[in-house]
T-cell receptor, first 116, second 112 residues
Framework: KAGVTQTPRYLIKTRGQQVTLSCSPI?????VSWYQQTPGQGLQFLFE???????NKGNFPGRFSGRQFSNSRSEMNVSTLELGDSALYLC???????????????FGEGSRLTVL | TQLLEQSPQFLSIQEGENLTVYCNSS?????LQWYRQEPGEGPVLLVT?????EVKKLKRLTFQFGDARKDSSLHITAAQPGDTGLYLC????????????FGKGTRLSVIA
């Protein structure tokens, strides 16, 4: 079956702009999580959506937001971009969501954002 | 806040050598997962360990979960260039829908 698809794969923005990233989960998966990956901080959890509802949120400023649609596809948006937002943004899907019953997270290849 | 510390951060070894990477925490997890991430790709699950003291083998890779479910190790025997990548451990919380906690990873380079 098709894996997790993220678009775009690469993008370059300038400070102050905003960006929207898209994630299509594996068919049948209702949970989509977003992570920011940087060399210094590793994978940091942004948020998780399950059945169109934000279920968990990481410790990121309000400039980072997301949503999930009825077909489980998800988007995340970063407004007023800063240089420090340069990172690989990874999306992961799972059937039942994260938590104590969590199974495998299936990751996409990521969207690499460079902020100039 | 649950934290996972991985060591070493970087490891460069010759083909055929053995190595061990560690994942430690002061918190107890219900289970722990190990992922490998190759350049330009997302992490891929290698194994999940659930029971304290559990040992799982995946070909040349041996994973162990500490008795107290606070730490884990990954041992690779006779490393090969194909083992090169970023190894990440991730802890699954004990209750509710808390998201996975990831360590910062060990970047392994195996030189032929």
């Amino acid at each position: 079956k098709a894996g997790v698809t993220q678009t775009p794969r690469y993008l370059i923005k300038t400070r102050g702009q905003q960006v929207t990233l898209s994630c299509s989960p594996i068919s049948g998966h209702r949970s989509v999580s977003w992570y920011q990956q940087t060399p210094g901080q590793g994978l940091q959890f942004l948020f998780e959506y399950f059945s169109e509802t934000q279920r968990n949120k990481g410790n990121f400023p309000g400039r980072f937001s997301g949503r999930q649609f009825s077909n489980s596809r998800s988007e995340m948006n970063v407004s007023t971009l800063e240089l420090g937002d340069s990172a690989l943004y990874l999306c992961a899907s799972t059937r039942m969501g994260q938590g104590a019953q969590a199974g495998e997270l299936f990751f996409g290849e990521g969207s690499r954002l460079t902020v100039l | 806040t649950q934290l996972l510390e991985q060591s070493p951060q970087f490891l460069s070894i010759q083909e055929g050598e053995n190595l061990t990477v560690y994942c430690n925490s002061s918190s107890v997890f219900s289970s722990l997962q190990w992922y490998r991430q190759e350049p330009g790709e997302g992490p891929v699950l290698l194994v999940t360990v659930v029971t304290g003291g559990e040992v799982k083998k995946l070909k040349r890779l041996t994973f162990q979960f500490g008795d107290a479910r606070k730490d884990s190790s990954l041992h690779i025997t006779a490393a090969q260039p194909g083992d090169t990548g970023l190894y990440l451990c991730a802890g699954v919380g004990r209750s509710g829908n808390t998201p996975l906690v990831f360590g910062k990873g060990t970047r392994l380079s195996v030189i032929a």
